[in-house]
């Protein structure tokens, strides 16, 4: 086996992770270059190579795989710079998309704007043609209209094509015929269909879904290619893939022509990186925590599977894929704090982001933020911040504080750093709950795990009001994503309706569609791959009660054989306790319906062998680097804290808080009454009372 590269392409930095052939791993990052990401790319490979001594070109020549997680098709979206998309679809249904399922963002802001429009009313056409539930035609496609309407997206210089149509489906007959019509009228254009997107009822979803890979693909497809070649230009003459949201990887030609797949490209790799570890130390039930600089990102994983969700918004468009439920909020290292208008002190969403950057940056950021409040109380040294590359000044951060904060309120420097500390904490716990709490699940039952720059300096405090007894924080926290990239396996997810009532149950049809549903899915897999140890499938269907506006997924619990009856009264009577476990009651005595068949195909990549190095324990008197005082808010006070080097510690060695470790690129922060223990996979576990 050749080299292995996961690369993760952040705003700041560009991470890697490299498994060598003799399935060494090491990492590192260099800058990011958002101007053109191929750039940061290429310069991440560039510093493996002299790593590893080699020349740039000899090494490419030995690479198996390159993963890539990006953030092309977020930004695309937040920035709204996408292609100039038009939409066609059934006469009348138009302006479905802007009338978004009647979905309300907000109860009370009457005057909220609605959204930027990816693709305006004068783009959105209707054409004659009608196909009913069942998938019969009462309405042929008008061709002739269809023509004149490609004719005016093509004359508006419109350069992608969402075509979405009623029912498509259950038949994607005019959709098919609607794609060779555009071929040939607008050959230059790029097509995407709804029942190859999102084959599921509901226009809403399907629409939303399908305009917004309209809107993003042909910009994925050109920076793909872009950077395709230049890697072909160096003699790279391995494969190239990107993270999907799904948590799996998915081929170059495959997200060229469904973009809106990496949506969630960046984030997915760490919370893959969590289940990985958390199996192999034990902890198959997580909450994966990534505290960057200007987000935190949380995830549930449970039995050593990240939780999968089909309702996500992204820039206040819906997108109904499948994805790794990852729930986000502006919550970061460089998140700001202000006083709002009743007094009350407030941090974030808004982030000072990496330029100006924190005032203790020195680069002329004048707001305090939550790596200013994280200076002045002690947790991160102003010397050793990035291993001391970059060197943060404690007397700005204290002037900005000082006065956007503690002025205003009247509070002393102490009180209201720690204020700051204490609410980002909180608001971070909110998002804890959200996925937990508000989904039926008692926090108390996971590990969390905290990776990112900024993750570990809070993950200690945040666990007391969350009553989490252990923490872990793996050593390459920082990179965690790129380490998910090299991790992850082949994934493809696919989803078709089906309606069904428990009244009258057939397990025949269930059986045929998810036969073809699975075959399709080996067949873009790519059987007989070299690097494929075995291809997993797991089954899902969503349920509601008759007459319900909303579903609740819920996994097949026996493997991959066919399905009988008694199969279907066990999973109604899941669905049952599910329902109740998240709403607070159930109906036994009601019908239950079969919405939709899912089903992840997994091709099982041959699991990299993380090294283990076995433990000697005792106290880590050779990695302690001295003290300096620490302010915890149990004690109300700064206490001389002892501060270990993280990259000194051995497996097994503990340290009792109060304590300080630091490592190259981040720090953890052991609060009193808490012990870290470095486990023999390098990952520091903190038992908390």
Request: with cysteine; proline share 5%; net charge negative.
């Amino acid at each position: 086996m050749d080299y292995v590269i996961g690369i993760d392409v952040g705003g700041t930095f560009t991470d890697f992770v490299v498994l060598d052939p003799s399935q060494r791993l090491f990492h590192g990052k260099v800058p990011s270059t958002p101007r053109d990401e191929s750039e940061g790319i290429l310069a991440a490979i560039q510093e493996v190579s002299k790593r590893e001594k080699k020349d740039f070109r000899a090494l490419l020549a030995e690479t198996d795989l390159i993963i890539l997680g990006t953030t092309v098709v977020t930004n695309t979206m937040l920035q709204f710079n996408g292609s100039k998309t038009g939409m066609i679809t059934t006469r009348g249904f138009r302006d479905v998309i802007e009338l978004r399922g009647n979905y309300k963002e907000s109860l009370f802001d009457l005057k909220l704007p609605p959204p930027y429009p990816i693709v305006p009313r004068r783009s959105r056409l209707g054409v004659t043609e009608r196909i009913d539930y069942t998938g019969r035609v009462i309405v042929e496609l008008d061709e002739q209209e269809l023509r004149g309407a490609v004719d005016v997206l093509k004359e508006a210089g419109v350069e992608s094509i969402a075509v979405g149509f009623l029912f498509s489906y259950v038949n994607p007959l005019h959709e098919l015929c609607a794609r060779e019509i555009i071929r040939e009228v607008h050959p230059e254009a790029t097509v995407s269909l709804s029942h190859e997107i999102l084959p599921q009822v509901r226009e809403f979803e399907r629409f939303s879904t399908t305009v917004v890979n309209a809107y993003v693909s042909p910009h994925l497809k050109r920076y793909l290619t872009r950077l395709t070649q230049r890697l072909k230009e160096s003699d790279f003459r391995g494969e190239l893939f990107i993270m999907q949201s799904n948590g799996g990887m998915m081929h170059v030609d495959f997200a060229a022509a469904r973009g809106v797949e990496a949506a969630l490209s960046g984030p997915s790799g760490g919370v893959v990186a969590g289940a990985y570890l958390g199996k192999l130390i034990g902890f198959r039930d997580l909450i994966t925590m990534d505290m960057g600089g200007t987000s935190y990102d949380v995830c549930v994983i449970k039995a050593g599977r990240p939780e999968l969700s089909s309702n996500y918004w992204m820039s206040r468009y819906r997108i109904g894929l499948p994805m790794i439920d990852i729930h986000t909020i502006g919550a970061g290292g460089g998140s700001i704090a202000w006083v709002d208008k009743g007094g009350g002190l407030r941090v974030g969403p808004q982030s000072a982001g990496a330029d100006p950057g924190p005032a203790c940056y020195g680069l002329g950021g004048k707001e305090p933020t939550v790596t200013d409040a994280d200076v002045v109380l002690g947790y991160i040294d102003p010397d050793y911040f990035l291993a001391g590359r970059v060197k943060l000044d404690v007397e700005l951060a204290k002037k900005a504080i000082e006065e956007k904060v503690a002025k205003p309120l009247g509070l002393s420097l102490m009180d209201a750093a720690s204020g700051i500390f204490r609410i980002v904490n909180n608001n971070m716990n909110n998002a804890i709950r959200y996925v937990s709490v508000m989904r039926g699940r008692d926090p108390r039952d996971f590990a969390l795990m905290a990776f990112g720059g900024a993750g570990p300096v809070h993950a200690g405090a945040q666990v007391r009001d969350l009553k989490i007894k252990t923490i872990l924080v793996p050593k390459t926290a920082p990179m965690f994503s790129a380490l998910g990239a090299v991790l992850s396996d082949f994934k493809i997810s696919r989803v078709q309706s089906l309606h069904m009532r428990s009244t009258d149950p057939r397990v025949e049809p269930l059986n045929d569609l998810f036969q073809r549903m699975y075959d399709d899915a080996v067949a873009l897999l790519g059987a007989g791959r070299k690097d494929v140890v075995r291809i997993d499938a797991h089954r899902f269907m969503d349920l509601r009660y008759i007459r319900q506006v909303h579903e609740v997924t819920i996994e097949l619990p026996h493997g991959e054989r066919e399905l009988t009856l008694e199969d279907l009264r066990r999973l109604f009577d899941i669905f049952h306790d599910r329902h109740e476990a998240l709403y607070a009651f159930k109906r036994t005595n009601f019908p239950v319906e079969i919405i939709n068949l899912r089903l992840d195909v997994v091709g099982v990549r041959k699991p990299v062998e993380l090294e283990r190095i076995a433990a000697n324990g005792g106290a880590p008197a050779a990695a302690l680097k001295g003290t300096r005082p620490v302010y915890f808010e149990d004690l109300k006070e700064y206490v001389e804290t002892a501060v270990y080097d993280g990259s000194s510690m051995k497996p097994g060695q503990r340290v009792a808080g109060p304590a300080i470790v630091e490592e190259p690129e981040t720090t953890l922060v052991v609060l009193p009454g808490q012990e870290l223990t470095l486990d023999p996979y390098q990952t520091y576990v903190i038992a908390c009372q």
